[in-house]
Every structure is written in structure tokens, then in C-alpha cells.
């Protein structure tokens, strides 16, 4: 089979397994209807791909390593010497059907087998393999921070035992038996006139970390991320302070007389005001502007002289002087909380800023990647030699990996 018809029907393949999932754009869905009228041998490879044989035969790989299934699978591939189909050719021979149904079983086992992976584009296959040095050994991140008291000291969460690990004033800290911290003062709110008590909660790269503040709000910390805010709420609002990403339950609390107490998140000078609510706040540095998902509820964003109000499913970007609401892939916005990469359609260096975040790598270029996108999903769990080896399958970029120093070349 010809190399271009192989590139053909991955791609072909990719469209129909993002069909699956209703992701296909009014324009892809007709890329996708065009060619499977161009001839008889598409149509029948598009029944191909969708029959439960297939799929069945596709989740059986699941078990098989990676490196392995993608050479019995594209050796198959290779061994069927056969020709191309033309698009004019009334009958579909059997060994042709074969070999498209192997060539779409290559992409498709990255789609949905072990990974949950599919390439973006009609690339061939990379084939010089990841170089790695093993000098430091590079592990998926975890449930790690550091807790910072109000008079400095500081406590590893990830190692402390569990049960009360510090009090401030009158309130307990505690670690969780799943490894989460709640605060506990028996009271929604401290007295008006107490002065406030500031509690920091830091995530390395490689860490994350789940926290139950003393209002009952619950917040989920991605890596590289912090939240400071008071051991007991006061006043008429409730304030935190974020940096990095991190996601939002939000407790009701109502004041005596019935009023409620607003909830308010400082983020890199944007504050993201609720009652409560679900939501998320990517406030990353080197992520460009303040990124506030409203999940459900309602909440008001501003910077400056900035404002705005999100309803549910609603993205709102600000700058000091300038802000865009956008309809967001709710999915993908969450899938960190979730415990997964997703990319729709991603650059390299996005995904580039991730995976540096959750495996406590630094990141290196060489050459030209921009136009380089990616979609597809993993779980965080896995290691960072899985994630990069599937990345290599586009063929257009190349990973070395050198201790903690990543390095990232187009080819």
C-alpha cells in the first residue's frame, strides 16, 4: 500500500473516531461525507472502522506495551504489498480491505486502546525513538504542597501523618485520611473585630493538592500554584489569593439578617467575585491573560476598570483594558482536576508548558515549532516517556531528555 493512501486513511480515521464523540466541525463532518461517497472501497472502509469487531478487537490491545503494539501494528501494515485503491475501482478486493483496516487499526489503537490518543494531522509515523538519559528518574506528579503558618513555619503535607498537624487561633488544621486538608473552628465565621490569620498552601511542579477552607468552599490546587487566605472568615466578603490554576466549589455563607457573604478570588490582579458557585481561574504567568470558567452559578470578573459577568459555560480573558468571553471546551478546561492531559487542537509549547509543570521538567526548543498542533488525551498517571513517544508519533517533532532538562526539536 502506498504511503499516501496509509497517510489518507489515518486521517480518514482520525475524523471518524472524533465523530464518536461528536467533535466534528460542520466542516470536517463534510470532508468526512465527501469521501466516503468518492468510492465504493471508502464506503466500505468507513463500515469497517465502525464495526464492534474492530472496536472490540482495538480495547483487546489495550494490555499490550505501546512500543510493541505500534510495531505489530504497523509491520502488518508494511507486509501487505499491495496497491492502491482508485476511487473508480467497482470491486473491493479482500486484501485490500485488509490493509486499510490495519492502517486504520494503527491510528485507531492510539485513539482509544491504551491512551485515548489521536493524531491532529496526516503525518507518518516518527521513527527514531525518544533518547532519555536515566541519571534522574522522571515520575508523573502527585499530591504534594507545602503548608505555610502564619508565623512562617512550614509543613510537607505530603509526608506529615495525618490527623491535626498545626492550630491557629482557635481553629485546627487537619490532614485528611485521603490526603486532603480541612480547617475546622466549629463556625462559619469569626468574630467581626478578630484580626485575620493568613494561611498559604504552595504546589511544587509535580504536586497538586485539595483543601477545604474554613468556610467549607473546596478548592482543587494545580501544580505550580498557591492559594493564601484566612483561617476564619471575617466581614462582609471572603477573600483569597491565587496563584497558578486552580478550581472552585464555593460554600453559600449568609450572614446574620440573611445576607449573603460574597467570595472573592485575587488572581494576578483580576478578582472573580460569587455566592457560590463552581468555577475555575487559570492565572498562570506565562499563560498571557487571567482565564475564569464559570462551571455553574454566576460570578463577576474585573480588572481595572474591567468588568464583566459569566454565565455557565462562559470563559472570560482579561487584561487591565481589555477583556473577551468565550464559549470553552468545558472538558478540556478541567481535565487537569480530572486527572488528564486534553488537547483540542493545542500548540506544542502549550502542551510543552504542561507537561513541565506536572513532571518538574525544564523545556528547550530547537527549531520551528509554531503551527504544530496537537488533540488527543492521557492520563497523568502515566510517565513522561509514554506521553513523549505518543508525541513523536505526528513526525514532526523529536524529544531528548536529559535528567530534568527537556529538550523539544522540529524536524
Do not use: C
Amino acid at each position: 500500500m502506498e504511503q499516501n493512501r496509509v497517510d489518507e486513511i489515518i486521517y480518514i480515521t482520525g475524523l471518524i473516531k472524533k465523530s464518536w464523540i461528536g467533535g466534528l466541525s460542520e466542516a470536517e463532518q463534510a470532508e468526512l461525507d465527501d469521501w466516503k461517497n468518492r468510492s465504493e472501497a471508502n464506503h466500505q472502509l468507513a463500515e469497517e472502522i465502525n464495526a464492534a469487531d474492530i472496536a472490540h478487537d482495538l480495547l483487546a490491545l489495550e494490555q499490550y506495551d505501546v512500543t510493541s503494539a505500534k510495531e505489530r501494528i504497523f509491520s502488518k501494515i508494511q507486509g501487505l504489498n499491495v496497491e492502491p485503491v482508485q476511487a473508480a475501482t467497482p470491486v473491493v478486493r479482500i486484501f485490500q480491505l485488509k490493509a486499510m483496516r490495519w492502517a486504520a487499526a494503527a491510528i485507531l489503537f492510539f485513539a482509544i486502546a491504551g491512551t485515548g490518543w489521536y493524531l491532529s494531522s496526516n503525518r507518518t509515523p516518527a521513527s527514531a525513538p525518544v533518547q532519555i538519559s536515566r541519571a534522574v528518574k522522571v515520575v508523573p506528579g502527585g499530591n504534594r504542597a507545602i503548608l505555610t503558618l502564619s508565623d512562617g513555619s512550614q509543613v510537607i503535607l505530603d509526608s506529615v501523618a495525618n490527623g491535626v498537624i498545626g492550630k491557629e487561633e482557635n481553629v485546627q488544621v487537619i490532614k485528611l485520611q485521603d490526603g486532603k486538608l480541612a480547617y475546622n473552628d466549629g463556625s462559619p465565621s469569626a468574630a467581626p473585630d478578630s484580626k485575620p490569620v493568613y494561611n498559604t498552601i504552595s504546589t511544587p511542579r509535580g504536586g497538586q493538592y485539595q483543601v477545604t477552607l474554613p468556610d467549607g468552599t473546596a478548592v482543587w490546587l494545580n501544580s505550580a500554584s498557591s492559594i493564601t487566605f484566612p483561617t476564619s472568615f471575617t466581614g462582609d466578603e471572603r477573600t483569597v489569593t491565587i496563584t497558578g490554576e486552580a478550581y472552585f466549589e464555593v460554600a453559600h455563607q449568609v450572614q446574620a439578617g440573611g445576607k449573603r457573604v460574597p467570595f472573592v478570588v485575587d488572581a494576578m490582579g483580576n478578582k472573580t467575585t460569587v455566592l457560590g458557585t463552581h468555577f475555575n481561574i487559570n492565572a498562570y504567568a506565562d499563560e498571557g491573560p487571567v482565564r475564569t470558567t464559570l462551571i455553574e452559578g454566576s460570578v463577576q470578573v474585573s480588572s481595572g476598570a474591567v468588568s464583566a459577568v459569566l454565565r455557565p459555560g462562559e470563559q472570560s480573558r482579561l487584561g487591565k483594558n481589555s477583556y473577551a468571553i468565550t464559549q470553552p471546551d468545558l472538558e478540556e478546561v478541567l481535565a487537569w482536576k480530572n486527572g488528564k492531559f486534553l488537547f483540542r487542537k493545542t500548540d506544542a509549547k502549550a502542551i510543552m508548558r504542561q507537561i513541565s509543570r506536572w513532571y518538574d521538567v525544564d523545556i528547550h526548543y530547537k527549531g520551528d515549532l509554531s503551527g504544530i498542533l496537537f488533540s488527543g488525551s492521557i492520563s497523568k498517571k502515566d510517565n513522561i516517556e509514554k506521553l513523549v513517544e505518543i508525541l513523536e508519533l505526528d513526525g514532526r517533532i523529536h524529544f531528548e531528555l536529559k535528567g530534568r532538562d527537556m529538550t523539544v526539536m522540529s524536524k
